[in-house]
């Protein structure tokens, strides 16, 4: 029973490139959440996603950000023209509903800007 | 907009002492949620309360829900080193998740 899955578990960009995030969720889970940590700060809500849907972005930078959760995959996280500021810990988190008791966070993506 | 506050930002005991963080919120909650991400690891699930004046142990931790439900604390007793992380707690509103409480425990 594979909780949930995130990859890569590192990853190294030079300025400029894109990053791709990947996140596949509990099994039986359909919201899909994802945060960004800044080192030594708190988890910054970013956007939750639903299969097609992105339900609330209100997290998400308006510029070089987007995320989608398709019908059959994982979910992304993209990132377009990284800047050394994107450098952070990205987590993805799933649950069964909103509201539902807790989220199952997976193990994050470390971004590293170069 | 709500405010969810954490105190303190930061606590340093000695391993065998007792070690209380605080969440506050502005507005009532309707539940609250407990997570402890050790260093370099991830967030993981502790325990949801949801009625008022809930208390519930686990081990040698102690979650309560206040009275009037804008509230909450999370008790370790007797630290141990295995305790060391940052405690979030999540007001279930919002997606926001409190700045956390990092614990350090002196060997």
């Known amino acids: 029973n594979a909780g949930v899955m995130q990859n890569p578990r590192h990853l190294v960009r030079r300025r400029g490139q894109e990053a791709r995030l990947r996140c596949s969720p509990m099994?039986?889970?359909?919201?899909v959440y994802w945060y960004r940590q800044l080192p030594e700060e708190g988890l910054k809500f970013m956007v939750y996603?639903?299969?097609?849907?992105?339900?609330?972005e209100s997290g998400m930078p308006k510029e070089r950000f987007s995320a989608e959760f398709p019908k059959e995959g994982p979910s992304i996280l993209r990132i377009q023209q990284v800047v050394r500021g994107d450098s952070a810990a990205y987590f993805c988190?799933?649950?069964?509903?909103?509201?539902?008791?807790?989220?199952?966070f997976g193990s994050g993506t470390r971004l590293t800007v170069v | 907009g709500q405010q969810v506050m954490q105190i303190p930002q930061y606590q340093h005991v000695q391993e065998g002492e007792d070690f209380t963080t605080y969440c506050n919120s502005s507005?009532?909650?309707?539940?609250i949620q407990w997570y402890k991400q050790r260093p370099g690891g991830h967030p993981v699930f502790l325990i949801q309360?949801?009625?008022?004046?809930e208390v519930k142990k686990q081990k040698r931790l102690t979650f309560q829900f206040g009275e009037a439900k804008k509230n909450s604390s999370l008790h370790i007793t007797a630290t141990q080193t295995t305790d060391v992380g940052t405690y979030f707690c999540?007001?279930?509103?919002?997606?926001?998740f409190g700045p956390g409480t990092r614990l350090s425990v002196l060997p």
């Open positions: 507005t009532t909650l309707s539940n």
């Open positions: 999540d007001y279930g509103q919002n997606f926001v």
């Open positions: 309360l949801v009625k008022s004046g």
């Open positions: 099994k039986g889970h359909s919201h």
């Open positions: 996603l639903q299969k097609e849907n992105i339900i609330d």
């Open positions: 988190a799933s649950s069964p509903g909103q509201g539902a008791r807790g989220y199952t």
